[in-house]
C-alpha cells in the first residue's frame, strides 16, 4: 500500500484485501450508494459481477446501485430509426430530445437490453444474493420519479456555481434524492492507461445523465464533455459524500488504436490481473494521481482543468511522486 496525500493505492485479491484498504466511514456505513462503470460489455470496459462482489461483501451496510440507460450496453440487436433516419451519435447531436423512445415499443427494447446485461453478466444474481437495489436513472427520470429540480439547484448553488445547462437539476431521481448525505462511491474502471482522456472517477459520473447516448453532452468535436462531466459532479458532490474508488484488479484497458478490442469509438489493448486499486477523495486528485500513474498528462483532460476552477487545486508534488512510481503500480 501506498498513500499519495488523500490518495490510497493498493493490491486487492479479494474482499478482505479491499476492506483493509476502505476508510470506516464507507466500510460501517448503514447505506451507501454506488455507482460503477457500466457504458459498454466489451472487454475490460465495465466494472464486472466478481469485481463488485468484493466491493459489497466489504462494506456492512446496505447499498444502493445506480446507472443509466446506455444504447452501447447491448447485445448488438438494439438499432433506433426514426422517419427512416438511424438514430447514432450525429442524429442525437441535431435532435437532443428523447420523445421518440415512447412510442413503437422503443422504450421497451431498451429496459430489454438492461435487463440482458444484469442477467447475462451475473448481476440479477449478485443482487438478489445481497439484497441490492438498483436504480436505474434513466428509467426514473422518464418516469417522473425525480427530485424538485429548484431543491437541488438550490443544494448545489450554495456550494458552487451554476450548472452551464440547468436540465442536469432535473435528473436526480427521487429514490437517490431521498439518500442524500449518504456516502457515494463512484466505483469506477481504470480506462485509457497511456492516453488522452481516461475515464476514472469523476468520467465515471458522466453516467448520471440519463441519455443513452450522451452527444449532444458531449458536443460537435467533445466541446461540451469536459463541461458536462464536472457539471454532473457539481451536483452530486452538493448532494451526497463523495468517495472514488478506481480499480483495475481483473482488467484495466490501454489507449492503442492496434489494440486487440475494437470499438466503435476505437480500438484498446488490456493489460489483465493487476491487482491495483486506489481510492480517495475529492475525486480531482485522486484522478489527478492516477493520470500520473497510467501515463497520462492531467494538464490536457478538460475536465480535470476545468475541474480545478471548481472543486480546487490538487498537488503537483503529488503528481510527480505517482510518475516516479507508475513503474511499480502500471508495469507496462
Not at 119 to 143: A, K, M
Not at 275 to 302: F, M, N, Q, T
Request: net charge neutral.
Amino acid at each position: 500500500m501506498r498513500r499519495f496525500g488523500p490518495v490510497t493505492v493498493g493490491r486487492v485479491r479479494g474482499s478482505a484485501d479491499l476492506r483493509r484498504l476502505l476508510p470506516d466511514t464507507l466500510v460501517h456505513s448503514e447505506v451507501l450508494v454506488v455507482k460503477p462503470s457500466w457504458y459498454s460489455p466489451h472487454p475490460a470496459n465495465f466494472t464486472d459481477a466478481e469485481t463488485l462482489r468484493m466491493l459489497l461483501e466489504a462494506l456492512d451496510g446496505r447499498v444502493v446501485v445506480t446507472e443509466a440507460y446506455s444504447m452501447d450496453r447491448q447485445d448488438g440487436s438494439m438499432k433506433f430509426t426514426v422517419a427512416g433516419e438511424a438514430v447514432n451519435w450525429r442524429w442525437l447531436l441535431k435532435h437532443p430530445s428523447w420523445d421518440w423512445i415512447r412510442e413503437e415499443g422503443r422504450w421497451d427494447r431498451m429496459r430489454r437490453q438492461d435487463r440482458w446485461f444484469l442477467d447475462e453478466y451475473g448481476f440479477t444474481d449478485l443482487f438478489q444474493e445481497r439484497g441490492v437495489e438498483y436504480v436505474n436513472v434513466t428509467e426514473e427520470v422518464w418516469q417522473g420519479r425525480t427530485a424538485d429540480p429548484w431543491e437541488v439547484k438550490e443544494a448545489v448553488e450554495a456550494r458552487f456555481a451554476p450548472v452551464l445547462d440547468e436540465r442536469l437539476y432535473g435528473y436526480v431521481p427521487r429514490r437517490l434524492y431521498e439518500l442524500r448525505g449518504a456516502p457515494f462511491i463512484s466505483f469506477g474502471k481504470v480506462k485509457g492507461i497511456r492516453g488522452e482522456f481516461p475515464s476514472l472517477t469523476m468520467k465515471n459520473l458522466f453516467g448520471l445523465i440519463p441519455d443513452p447516448l450522451r452527444s449532444w453532452w458531449h458536443g460537435p468535436g467533445d466541446s461540451r464533455l469536459g463541461r458536462s462531466i464536472v457539471d454532473i459532479n457539481k451536483i452530486y458532490a452538493a448532494l451526497f459524500n463523495i468517495h472514488g474508488i478506481c480499480e483495475a484488479i481483473r482488467g484495466a484497458t490501454v489507449s492503442n488504436p492496434e489494440g486487440e478490442v475494437k470499438v466503435p469509438w476505437g480500438a484498446y489493448s488490456i493489460v489483465r490481473n493487476l491487482g491495483v486499486v486506489a481510492l480517495g477523495r475529492p475525486l480531482l486528485p485522486l484522478d489527478a494521481v492516477l493520470c500520473g500513474l497510467i501515463g497520462v498528462d492531467p494538464e490536457k483532460v478538460s475536465y480535470l482543468r476545468l475541474g480545478e476552477e471548481v472543486f480546487g487545486t490538487y498537488d503537483r508534488g503529488l503528481l510527480a511522486e505517482a510518475k516516479a512510481a507508475a513503474a511499480e503500480w502500471f508495469p507496462l
